[in-house]
């Protein structure tokens, strides 16, 4: 199946929100990280494999890119970028703590970003899950390119 011609408006609504997101003034590294670690915990290999290549076209490196589902303790991230990918996990795994995100990793993002560029990273992480979710329920292989 294929949401691009089943639901055509459905596609550009998110195609359009990709376009602020990438337009907002989070950093891309940033923004690529946190797509990355999402689609890591989904299981979406269409994702992982989209984000990964997206970001070393950036100029990502590898070591970033591999350790990324080992932020915690891998040097290679700034304070801001794991407060970034903090909120990431923890709005991803939104289940699994019954109080949602926990105010410690609310108030860390937070202090490391401002308003705009706060709701930007809730928005990327909001849409990321949701390409997860498209991608794994229409089983959308990962694609070499």
């Not at 003034?25 to 990280?33: M, N, R, Y």
């Not at 700034?78 to 105010?103: S, Y």
């Not at 809730?122 to 229409?138: D, E, L, P, S």
Request: charged letters at 25%; a negative charge.
């Amino acid at each position: 199946m294929s949401v691009v011609k089943s639901a055509p408006a459905g596609y550009k609504a998110m195609v359009a929100l990709e376009s602020y997101i990438n337009g907002s003034g989070v950093p891309h590294s940033t923004l690529e990280l946190v797509r990355l670690r999402v689609s890591q915990i989904n299981g979406c290999a269409f994702c992982v494999n989209m984000h990964a290549r997206d970001a070393k076209k950036a100029g990502e490196t590898d070591e970033r890119l591999w350790s990324v589902a080992a932020w915690r303790e891998a040097p290679f991230y700034t304070d801001e970028e794991r407060a970034a990918l903090a909120l990431a996990e923890a709005a991803t795994r939104i289940g699994d703590d019954p109080a949602g995100v926990p105010d410690e990793v609310w108030d860390a993002a937070a202090d490391h970003y401002d308003e705009e560029s706060l709701a930007c990273l809730v928005m990327t992480i909001a849409a990321i899950n949701a390409w997860n979710r498209i991608n794994v329920i229409v089983r959308n292989p990962a694609a070499s390119r």
